[in-house]
């Protein structure tokens, strides 16, 4: 699933290639994808309008509009936003596709369908998209400090990884990157959060930052599967630097010492090193 990253690097490209262009014509082909509302009020909402900004929160992409609505687009499971020129063949799996007044298409593509577009006036956010408002602050777009992650670390005792997955804990965070951190940290992803020290919630403050950032400037990570790519189809490279997720029975890069482990935590399986995450 697309996380910080990656949606971070889809918003860098809808504001060099989707801002500012005027949208002609909105295609639906799957009505689950807009489901939260219907296709003929994203169709209404959509025709005629231009965004004035790409945005981010957490895993979702917000787009304010010229008309005074906004266009959220979340990428779930396996979403993919993709531009090409009008006319070429759509990708298997294109659900929604905005034409564009400079002779570009916009693709929502989603195999699994979990992902979303919808359209809404800011008033209504409480009740079309009240997930949004929940969430937790972004560690990038929201500067979360050390000490606000702090307060937040000390109100529970569930476990590291489980409350890094959280999105009302902080928005962005996934398997991967949450894995990333932790072992960037030193800190066990078992760890109940009120028991992780000063000096490791020091150090947690700043994987978080790091690695989300060297995550970003590596155009994110593009698994064996592929599913996640940026606009133009590329993808990231960030993967070469996971050290370790995806790598559970390989000697820990970090330390030279241990094995790299995984179980479950937060429902989620989970990759660690026993000897240096403490
Ligand atoms: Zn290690």
Redesign the pocket.
Known sequence: MPELPEVETVRRGLARTFVGRRIEAVWIGRPRSVRRTSAEEVILRLTGTAALAAERKGKYLLCPLDSGDVLMVHLRMSGQLLIDRFGSDRPLHTHVALRLADGNELRFVDPRTFGEVVVFDPSAEPTIVPDLMALGPDPITDELSLAELRRRLRSTRRAAKAVLLDQHFVAGIGNIYGDEILHRSGISPLRPANRISYVQSTRLHGAIHEVLTEAIDAGGSTLADAQYVDLMGEGGSFQESHRVYGRSGCP?L?????RVVSGVVGGRTTSW?R???R
């Open positions: 820990c970090t330390c030279g010492r241990g090193c000897v240096c995450q």
